[in-house]
């Protein structure tokens, strides 16, 4: 059972479109983390959301978390070649930090 | 400053053969994490290290998986045994600590093969 679902599993856009990725969970964990991940390299995070209905920017990315606090998403505004990525939410366990991943959104935009 | 080191970047092994994959953490951090990725998914939680001792290893998938950190710093994670279904990119992480909102760097982990 995935705890943490995300969507779409892969994406292909042109350069200057808009897209939103989604993480759903089962569960309520005390945060939630998103990350970018490019090939040969590990997880960078991007944003933690701590609190339902917080929205974090980040220059052209927009993070939101549901009030229900088990729900998540990134949107990008005009993507860029350089957003290309692995795009991964994870669920922080409050004992030890330790993360829950999903299966990650492969984000592809083409110039 | 360094970030996270592993070594090998690249291991290929047959079934049956034991290996050892190291972790170099960043310096005084003293949390440190493994988790497996496999082709197409995101990382999975192995086990975690603060200081000295695993303090969760619920992640570890059998008796043939075993991690040390014998002095809070480097930590090596062993696989004997190894089967095809081990193949996969061996990830490690540091952080500060254990307080809630403390960032793990992730090094770019050791991709293994086991033919």
């Known amino acids: 059972t995935q705890l943490l679902e995300q969507s779409p599993q892969f994406l292909s856009i042109q350069e200057g479109e808009n897209l939103t990725v989604y993480c759903n969970s089962s569960s309520v964990f005390s945060s939630l983390q998103w990350y970018r991940q490019e090939p040969g390299e590990g997880p960078v995070l991007l944003v933690t959301v701590v609190t339902g209905g917080e929205v974090k920017k980040l220059k052209r990315l927009t993070f939101q978390f549901g009030d229900a606090r088990k729900d998540s998403s990134l949107h990008i505004t005009a993507a860029q070649p350089g957003d290309t990525g692995l795009y991964l939410c994870a669920g922080v366990w409050e004992y030890g930090n330790k993360l829950v991943f999903g299966a990650g959104t492969i984000l592809r935009v083409k110039s | 400053g360094a970030g996270v080191s592993q070594t090998p970047s690249n291991k290929v092994t047959e079934k049956g053969k034991y290996v050892e994959l190291r972790c170099d953490p960043i310096?005084?951090?003293?949390?440190l994490y493994w988790y497996r990725q496999s082709l197409g998914q995101g990382p999975e939680f192995l086990i975690y290290?603060?200081?000295?001792?695993?303090?969760?290893d619920s992640g570890l998938p059998n008796d043939r998986f075993f991690a040390v950190r014998p002095e809070g710093s480097v930590s090596t994670l062993k696989i004997q045994r190894t089967e095809r279904g081990d193949s996969a990119v061996y990830l490690c992480?540091?952080?500060?600590?254990?307080?809630?909102?403390?960032?793990?760097?992730f090094g770019p982990g050791t991709r293994l093969t086991v033919l």
């Open positions: 992480a540091s952080s500060p600590g254990l307080a809630l909102g403390d960032e793990q760097f």
């Open positions: 290290f603060q200081g000295t001792g695993a303090a969760d």
């Open positions: 310096s005084g951090h003293t949390a």
